[in-house]
Protein backbone atom coordinates (compact mmCIF):
# COMPACT_ATOMS: atom_id res chain seq x y z
CA UNK A 1 0.00 0.00 0.00
CA UNK A 2 1.30 3.31 -1.04
CA UNK A 3 1.29 5.45 1.88
CA UNK A 4 3.60 8.47 2.73
CA UNK A 5 3.83 10.03 6.73
CA UNK A 6 4.35 13.16 7.79
CA UNK A 7 6.10 13.71 11.27
CA UNK A 8 7.83 17.19 12.89
CA UNK A 9 5.10 19.50 13.33
CA UNK A 10 4.54 21.19 16.66
CA UNK A 11 4.58 23.95 18.95
CA UNK A 12 6.72 26.91 18.23
CA UNK A 13 7.45 30.88 18.86
CA UNK A 14 7.64 33.14 16.23
CA UNK A 15 10.89 33.08 14.60
CA UNK A 16 11.69 29.37 15.52
CA UNK A 17 12.28 26.38 13.15
CA UNK A 18 11.15 23.20 12.71
CA UNK A 19 12.21 20.53 10.08
CA UNK A 20 9.37 18.39 8.75
CA UNK A 21 9.77 15.18 6.92
CA UNK A 22 7.43 13.06 4.76
CA UNK A 23 8.43 9.36 4.57
CA UNK A 24 6.77 7.04 2.26
CA UNK A 25 6.48 2.86 2.27
CA UNK A 26 5.05 0.99 -0.65
CA UNK A 27 7.08 2.75 -3.11
CA UNK A 28 10.41 4.53 -3.44
CA UNK A 29 9.94 8.00 -4.04
CA UNK A 30 13.23 8.50 -6.26
CA UNK A 31 10.96 8.36 -9.33
CA UNK A 32 7.96 10.93 -7.77
CA UNK A 33 7.98 14.88 -7.17
CA UNK A 34 7.33 15.97 -4.16
CA UNK A 35 5.22 18.84 -2.74
CA UNK A 36 4.66 20.43 0.79
CA UNK A 37 1.44 21.84 0.79
CA UNK A 38 -0.86 23.71 3.30
CA UNK A 39 -4.30 24.93 4.04
CA UNK A 40 -5.50 26.85 7.20
CA UNK A 41 -9.41 27.05 7.95
CA UNK A 42 -11.21 28.87 5.77
CA UNK A 43 -8.29 29.37 2.85
CA UNK A 44 -7.06 27.91 -0.22
CA UNK A 45 -4.60 24.85 -0.18
CA UNK A 46 -1.40 26.63 -0.86
CA UNK A 47 1.29 24.89 -2.37
CA UNK A 48 4.66 26.14 -0.87
CA UNK A 49 7.52 23.71 -1.84
CA UNK A 50 8.54 21.37 -4.26
CA UNK A 51 10.98 19.02 -5.55
CA UNK A 52 11.36 17.08 -8.81
CA UNK A 53 12.79 14.20 -8.94
CA UNK A 54 15.87 15.31 -10.58
CA UNK A 55 16.01 17.34 -7.46
CA UNK A 56 15.30 20.85 -9.26
CA UNK A 57 12.99 22.73 -6.33
CA UNK A 58 10.59 25.81 -6.28
CA UNK A 59 8.61 27.51 -3.58
CA UNK A 60 6.12 29.71 -2.97
CA UNK A 61 6.58 33.32 -2.44
CA UNK A 62 5.50 33.19 0.76
CA UNK A 63 8.15 30.82 2.55
CA UNK A 64 10.88 31.93 -0.08
CA UNK A 65 14.08 32.63 1.63
CA UNK A 66 12.62 31.28 5.11
CA UNK A 67 11.92 27.27 3.73
CA UNK A 68 13.99 24.82 1.95
CA UNK A 69 12.84 21.44 0.87
CA UNK A 70 15.20 18.57 0.01
CA UNK A 71 15.71 14.84 -0.46
CA UNK A 72 17.32 12.01 0.53
CA UNK A 73 16.19 9.10 -1.41
CA UNK A 74 18.43 6.68 0.43
CA UNK A 75 15.89 6.85 3.13
CA UNK A 76 12.91 7.61 1.36
CA UNK A 77 12.09 10.82 3.01
CA UNK A 78 11.81 14.34 2.01
CA UNK A 79 12.84 17.40 4.43
CA UNK A 80 10.87 20.56 4.74
CA UNK A 81 13.50 23.35 6.86
CA UNK A 82 11.35 25.99 7.96
CA UNK A 83 12.70 29.07 9.88
CA UNK A 84 11.93 32.81 10.48
CA UNK A 85 8.41 30.95 11.24
CA UNK A 86 5.56 33.09 11.68
CA UNK A 87 2.26 33.17 13.26
CA UNK A 88 0.81 32.71 9.54
CA UNK A 89 2.40 30.06 9.17
CA UNK A 90 -0.14 28.32 11.69
CA UNK A 91 -1.83 25.03 9.72
CA UNK A 92 -1.63 21.96 8.93
CA UNK A 93 1.43 20.43 6.45
CA UNK A 94 1.28 17.41 3.51
CA UNK A 95 3.01 15.97 1.82
CA UNK A 96 2.18 14.86 -1.60
CA UNK A 97 3.51 12.49 -4.37
CA UNK A 98 3.25 13.00 -8.22
CA UNK A 99 4.39 10.26 -10.12
CA UNK A 100 5.51 10.53 -14.34
CA UNK A 101 5.78 14.24 -14.79
CA UNK A 102 7.95 14.69 -17.63
CA UNK A 103 9.46 17.88 -16.92
CA UNK A 104 12.28 18.29 -15.22
CA UNK A 105 10.92 20.50 -12.87
CA UNK A 106 8.11 20.23 -10.17
CA UNK A 107 4.56 22.27 -9.68
CA UNK A 108 3.03 23.39 -6.78
CA UNK A 109 -0.21 22.90 -8.08
CA UNK A 110 -1.89 20.37 -5.44
CA UNK A 111 -4.54 18.63 -8.40
CA UNK A 112 -0.75 17.53 -10.27
CA UNK A 113 -0.69 15.00 -7.38
CA UNK A 114 -1.25 11.91 -7.12
CA UNK A 115 -0.55 10.54 -3.39
CA UNK A 116 -1.27 12.58 -0.01
CA UNK A 117 0.12 12.48 3.28
CA UNK A 118 -2.49 13.25 6.77
CA UNK A 119 -0.45 15.86 7.71
CA UNK A 120 1.20 17.78 10.61
CA UNK A 121 0.21 20.39 12.81
CA UNK A 122 2.42 23.48 12.90
CA UNK A 123 1.39 26.22 15.25
CA UNK A 124 3.73 28.96 15.78
CA UNK A 125 2.72 31.02 19.01
CA UNK A 126 4.47 32.73 22.05
Known amino acids: QLQLVESGGGLVQPGGSLRLSCVAS????????IGWFRQAPGMAREGIAC???????GYADSVKGRFTISRDNAKNTVYLQMHSLKPEDTTTYHC????????????????????WGQGTQVTVST
Open 26 to 33: GFTLDSYD
Open 96 to 115: AAEYGSPYSDCTLRGDEYDY
Open 51 to 57: ISKVGNT
